[in-house]
């Protein structure tokens, strides 16, 4: 991962967590998925994001998010590095396969990387 998209990762993660941390739910998933587009091609930032997606899960008592988590990373920890699904904001009530565009602030930072 290159050092600016390292930073706009981070950045987002940092986001959520200070919003998880304050009972925003909404906004820390908003922040997490926007982390997941940026992170899904590499392993350990892709399964962090679909971790904090768990934690919100769990806190709203959302079986489809937790159960949804869980399997997502279980599949990043494996197949993050064969393909992922361009865009896809890694949510449990979005298709897991589905490639979805990517916000327009991200396309400069994710073409710079060889993956995308």
């Known amino acids: 991962m290159h050092t600016t998209l390292r930073q706009a990762y981070e950045r987002e993660m940092a986001a959520a967590i200070e ?4 009972h925003h739910l909404d906004k820390a ?3 997490l998925e926007r982390a997941h587009v ?7 930032p892709h399964a962090r994001a679909h971790w904090g997606m768990l934690k919100i899960g769990w806190r709203r008592r959302d079986f489809t998010e937790i159960t949804g988590q869980i399997v997502r990373i279980l599949g990043s920890l494996v197949f993050t590095w ?3 699904p361009t865009g896809n904001t890694g ?4 298709p897991p396969f589905a490639s979805m ?7 400069g930072l994710l073409k710079k990387d060889d993956r995308h």
Not at 19 to 22: A, D, E, F, L, M
Not at 38 to 44: N, R
Not at 91 to 94: E, F, I, N
Request: proline share 7%; charged share 10%.
């Open 82 to 84: 064969i393909w992922v």
């Open 29 to 31: 998933f908003f922040h």
């Open 19 to 22: 919003q998880y941390s304050n």
């Open 101 to 107: 565009p990517i916000p327009e602030e991200f396309r």
């Open 91 to 94: 949510g449990a009530h979005v």
């Open 38 to 44: 940026l992170g899904q091609s590499f392993t350990i």
